[in-house]
């Protein structure tokens, strides 16, 4: 399986490496955007629930730990 992820304050170049991802929880279902402005407008959402809810497991402080 390939996909995207984002990974918040990190700047490494880690391209072609092979991660491991743990899903803690979905955000949202994938949509369809009309512009370019909507998809900025939901990405921000995204983040915003996304380091909330990083903020209150424990996982994503082992995984920042470990990468930098």
Same mark, same amino acid.
């Given at each position: 399986?390939?996909?995207e992820v984002h990974i918040f304050d990190f700047g490494q170049n880690i391209y072609g490496?092979?991660?491991?991802v743990e899903f +803690? *929880? @979905?955000?949202?279902?994938e949509? #369809?955007?009309?512009? $370019?402005?909507a998809v900025i407008k939901q +990405? *921000? @959402?995204d983040i915003f629930r996304? #380091?909330?809810?990083? $903020?209150?497991?424990?996982t994503y402080h082992k995984i920042a730990a470990s990468i930098t």
């Open positions: 399986i390939n996909i490496k092979i991660l491991e +803690i *929880k @979905k955000i949202r279902d949509k #369809k955007f009309n512009s $370019s402005e +990405i *921000k @959402k996304a #380091k909330n809810l990083f $903020s209150r497991h424990q």
